[in-house]
């Protein structure tokens, strides 16, 4: 896409219906179906964009990117290695409030939540912008959000390719049944989404907040071993990958913050008004 031309990456409509009867998810009008179906379309185009920017890295990539994801496999492998050991260690030594405790870190880095969490950033990003402030949070709740969804889709075909099983199945550590389902463990569902996320706000905010990121989403990874849900190769290499993606898209969308638009948007006859999140391209 050319600069100037806008994608569109979150539609929220407020419905305001002046009649009672069936009412108005979307403003009930050609209008309001209209802007919906163009949202959708660009928030498509947009993603497609990131995607063949995704697929085609390897192409680019150099000497130094090379080496890097070189070692990223060679520590994913010797914690492959390590994997039994890790579990036996890990599982002679839980507790029922250690369980406790990862039970909430488990549900902190669900996709579900991590959801919500980006949504409710960027819902408080444009309010905090709408009222002169940066529009810095914004930017980096949607990027966040595209990262959690690229993180949570490449897991899923991993898991689909390896088939591992997990290690509460008791089958060992190298028990493999490629197209098996989801419920599989290779790689971490949660890390990924969880230092995807993490990731994006650690490249866009100051030290003390990527602390926290970081430090969450190791709690989230390790909440993942210890309640013998995941192998630490699964963890390891379920981080490393969200951290990747993080890294990448929020240097895809690197631009000036003043890129990012939010503009109001009404609805014919006054049913309804809502609020157009674009960025430039």
Same mark, same amino acid.
Not at 167 to 177: C, L
């Given at each position: 896409m050319g600069p100037g031309r806008q994608v569109l990456v979150v539609l929220i409509i407020l419905c305001a219906p002046l009649t009672s009867g069936l009412a108005c998810a979307a403003g009930g009008e050609d209008s309001a179906k209209a802007l919906e179906e163009d949202s959708i379309s660009k928030g498509i185009q947009a993603t497609i964009e990131d995607a063949k920017a995704l697929a085609t890295a390897p192409l680019r990539m150099d000497r130094y990117d090379a080496l890097a994801l070189g070692g990223a496999m060679t520590v994913v492998g010797g914690f492959f290695a390590a994997d039994h050991g890790i579990r036996d260690l890990v599982q002679r030594n839980t507790t029922a409030k250690g369980w406790d405790v990862a039970d909430g870190f488990n549900t &902190?880095?669900?996709?579900?939540?991590?959801?919500?969490?980006?949504?409710?950033?960027?819902?408080?990003?444009?309010?905090? @912008?709408?009222?002169?402030?940066?529009?810095?949070?914004?930017?980096?709740?949607?990027?966040?959000?595209e990262a959690e969804l690229f993180a949570v889709a490449a897991t899923?075909?991993?898991? +689909?390719?390896?088939?591992?099983?997990?290690?509460?199945?008791? @089958?060992?550590?190298?028990? &493999?049944? #490629? $197209?098996s389902g989801l419920d599989t463990s290779f790689p971490s569902a949660h890390a990924a989404a969880s230092f995807a996320v993490a990731t994006v706000f650690? +490249?866009? $905010? +100051? #030290? #003390?907040?990527?602390?926290?990121?970081?430090?969450?989403?190791?709690?989230?990874?390790?909440?993942?071993?210890?309640?013998d849900k995941h192998f630490a190769s699964d963890v390891v290499a379920g981080g490393l990958i969200g951290w990747g993606l993080g890294k990448f898209l929020s240097r895809q969308h690197g631009a000036d913050p003043s890129e990012w638009q939010v503009r109001p948007v009404a609805m014919e006859h006054g049913r309804g008004g809502g609020l157009m999140v674009g960025k430039q391209f």
């Open positions: &902190f880095g669900s996709a579900g939540v991590l959801l919500g969490l980006n949504a409710g950033l960027i819902a408080i990003g444009v309010a905090k @912008q709408s009222y002169g402030g940066s529009s810095h949070l914004k930017d980096a709740g949607l990027i966040s959000l899923a075909a991993l898991k +689909e390719l390896t088939g591992r099983a997990t290690p509460d199945k008791r @089958q060992g550590t190298t028990h &493999f049944r #490629p $197209f650690a +490249e866009r $905010f +100051e #030290p #003390p907040v990527a602390w926290l990121a970081y430090g969450l989403a190791s709690a989230v990874a390790v909440s993942r071993v210890y309640t």
